[in-house]
């Protein structure tokens, strides 16, 4: 009898396994959710759960034949994948787990995506107290680009997937778990054997790697890819050469890199896999670049580190002496040593230390401004005050005054010539003064060995940055102080005599060069145009000199002396408003196109008006938009040709989702970018869709049909 009963017990029960079998099957299935070009699904790793259990869950997208996703950084166009999680109260979603990319190459740029199927991997912790028998919803909206290499659509989709919680032992999606751990054992993951290091170079930065005994490569699988935008450069090639067990890799800098990166975040990837490591794409790595590198050894103790820069820092200072930029200005001090040699080595040697305080006192300064930015979170480079079109101007001013007086043209004992030691300038405040000039005029000039011991001192800990400039100035003027201490040198030096009034004219001649190489920097900064308001502003400053240095005030009656102030003070002022900082504004680019915003409605007022429109309808994350941009549209030729036109130009960014300009692609038969449209001049004739691919004779062409009574035609 007990056994009946035991028997009929388990039939019971696997009735109820059974059932409960059908209904998991049930609730764990996941819906595709179909759209242009991609196919998109949530699924689970789990059919069943139980109480505080962590399973996988993965977006899974599908692009079509020919169509592409994109990683997290996706390169020069597209965009990174994003997932809003909902879950009931308790669960917790993880970060999103990203495979290896790959290269996609439409040159002069490239992206990094996935080709077909790829799985988006979350962990989702469940929470502790989970009764048995509840269906749990896990839902998601996601939202995509995908591309081919002439169109990008953007997608999204809310998605979802169910699991049950049981109490005894969770039961695997027999379908997804298996996939779901294998995809998550190709992860990238870090390689601890290897050893990374990257040094800057001119052009971007030279990667060391040593590869623990085992690991190989074939020589041209090995890529880089970069985390995180504007650092690298995505398209250039990564050439790779063997140096004994360690490899080569150089890399090449964005255009948009906001200075020398401190560590390099990405993935190293082998196309073809690695010799004797099994299941690993890619290398997860964070390369700390050289001087970041030193900084943190300096912060465990690394005594000889701290020596090294110092070392490199003092000879870099040194070499600053011949450089162009600084060359003029401690010129100046020669000549003032010279005039000095005859009264004595102790009066010398005072000039030479103040001159030695001047210039370890601004380069101090300096380097407390940038370690002060650099604390709050912004990046400035070495020489940050000449990105100044304010302070290159004033630089300008400064060095045609210093010029001007040494040639004679005026002669003021406490004014600006003070500076440049010239006879005016005897006290040692001009000595202190000519040290800060040379400072400032210094700092665009990078000697041989400055660059890893600036680096290493803007990485480093404040005590020890500072030490680094106070050793780049100790090099800058240690020669100066070498000469005013060493009594025999001083001896030697040329006793003063009509030879001096010579040497001093010839010495503005460089600071005149220096003056003109800061109006070059004045062009690149704000464009052509400012170069004629300061040649103009010169004119007028050297001639307010030219009438002190003629008319000194204590030398004429009291009228002359009022009209030579109002002259000084009307040239001066015309000086001012010439090179003025509000008239320091960058000249148009003549590769630049002013858009306006597209709107429907825009269109429609244009066309009533007879004018001629060309639209483009783009993206921020559009690939093939950014190359015609580059190829054809960002061309001196197509923007002169529009405004010969009055061709309209209107943009319309899909870069966020807006329902007109989908509605307005599909009234074209098209539901991505890119879609160029050019509409005539005459509103009863049809608008021509230009070819998804530009080249600057395509836009030409149909820009010049636009006002002409030809019908359009495409290519």
Known sequence: MIEVRR??????????????????????????????????????????????????????????????????????????????????????????????????????????????????????????????????????????????????????????????????????????????????????????DWTFVAAPTATGYRVRLTPPPGWSFPLDSLRFYVATGSVLEHAAPQPLQQDGRDWILS???????????????????????????????????????????????????????????????????????????????????????????????????????????????????????????????????????????????????????LALNLLGVFEIGTSLTRLGGGDGGSGLRASFGLGVLTTVVATPCTAPFMGVAIGFGMTAPAIQSLLIFTMLGVGLALPYLILSASPGLVARLPRAGAWMVTFKQAMAFPLLATAAWLIWVLALQTGVDSVLRILVALTLFAAALWVLGRWPAVRVAPPARLVSRLTVLVLVAGAVLLARPQSLDAAPDPTAITWEPWSPERVAELRAEGRPIFVDFTAAWCLSCKVNERVALRTKAVATRIRE???????????????????????????????????????????????????????????DQSVSGAALSTH
């Open 645 to 703: 036109h009055g061709i309209v130009p209107l943009l319309a960014d899909w870069t966020l989702r807006d329902p007109v300009i989908a509605r307005a692609l599909a009234s074209f038969g098209r539901n991505g970018v890119p879609l160029y449209l050019v509409y005539p001049a005459d509103a009863s004739r049809e608008p021509l869709v230009l070819p998804a691919l530009l080249t600057p004779a395509v836009v030409l062409d149909a820009l």
């Open 251 to 401: 890399l090449k800098t964005s255009p948009y890199a906001d200075g020398v990166a401190e560590r390099l975040e990405g993935l190293l990837v082998s196309s073809a896999g690695w010799a004797g490591v099994d299941d690993l794409a890619a290398i997860e790595v964070s390369i700390p670049v050289a001087a970041a590198a030193a900084a943190s050894t300096l912060g465990s103790g690394g005594l000889g580190s701290l020596l090294a820069a110092l070392g490199l820092a003092l000879l870099g200072g040194l070499i600053l002496n011949l450089m162009p930029c600084v060359f003029p200005v401690v010129s100046l001090k020669v000549l003032h040593f010279a005039k000095l040699g005859e009264e004595g080595r102790h009066r010398a040697w005072h000039h030479g230390a103040m001159f030695a305080a001047g210039i370890i006192a601004t380069f101090l300064l300096l380097a407390g401004v940038l370690l002060a930015v650099r604390d709050a979170g912004a990046s400035l480079g070495w020489g940050f005050q000449l990105q100044s079109p304010v302070f290159v101007t004033v630089m300008i001013f400064l060095l045609a005054g």
């Open 7 to 192: 028997t009929r017990t388990h039939i019971r029960h696997l009735g109820l396994i059974g059932l409960l079998a059908v209904s998991l099957a049930a609730v764990s299935e996941a819906q595709e959710v179909r759209q242009p070009h991609i196919t998109a699904e949530l699924v689970n790793s789990r059919q069943a759960i139980v109480p505080g259990e962590r399973f996988l869950v993965a977006l899974r997208l599908e692009a079509d034949p020919g169509w592409h996703t994109y990683w997290k950084n996706p390169g020069d166009a597209g965009s990174s994948l994003h997932i809003t999680w909902t879950l009931p109260g308790g669960f917790e979603a993880g970060e999103l787990l990203y495979s290896a990319p790959g290269f996609i190459s439409l040159p002069p740029l490239a992206t990094y995506g996935y080709k077909g199927e790829v799985l988006f991997l979350t962990w989702i912790s469940a929470p502790d107290n989970l009764a048995p028998g509840l269906t749990i919803p896990i839902q998601a909206f996601a939202d995509w680009v995908v591309c081919e290499m002439s169109e990008c659509i953007a997608g999204e989709a809310e998605l979802g997937t169910r699991v049950h919680v049981v109490s005894d032992q969770s039961v695997a999606n027999r379908e997804w778990d298996a996939r779901l751990q294998r995809v998550h054992a190709q992860l990238p993951r870090p390689a601890p």
